[in-house]
Nanobody
Framework: VQLQASGGGLVQAGGSLRLSCAASGSVFSINVMGWYRQAPGKQRELVADITSGGSANYGDSVKGRFTISRDNAANVVYLQMNSLKPEDTAVYYC????????WGQGTQVTVSS
């Protein structure tokens, strides 16, 4: 499975960004797609993930602000990020099937105060 993420960038606090991640290759085997992030000096953490059936799970710090969605036909997962805070600044990684699955190359999200 190959994952190609896009949509990162620089935004002011309170703003919004939308990340996309397209999967290719052996996509028939994918159940969960999601996003993790890693800030400098911190461990990688789950942002959100979603099953092929549409059941979503969010990290506590993003609940109510971020929304994950998925287009199963196109094998794309999206992360709509609203009300961004400086502490959301991190490299965001697309992922399939958890930490032992496949990873994308990462996209930088920077939120200025």
């Amino acid at each position: 499975v190959q994952l190609q993420a896009s949509g990162g960038g620089l935004v002011q606090a309170g703003g919004s960004l939308r990340l996309s991640c397209a999967a290719s290759g052996s996509v028939f085997s994918i159940n969960v797609m999601g996003w993790y992030r890693q800030a400098p000096g911190k461990q990688r953490e789950l942002v959100a993930d979603i099953t092929s059936g549409g059941s979503a799970n969010y990290g506590d710090s993003v609940k109510g602000r971020f929304t994950i969605s998925r287009d199963n036909a196109a094998n794309v997962v999206y992360l709509q990020m609203n009300s961004l805070k400086p502490e959301d600044t991190a490299v965001y990684y697309c992922n399939t099937d958890g930490p032992w699955g496949y990873w994308g190359q990462g996209t930088q999200v920077t939120v200025s105060s």
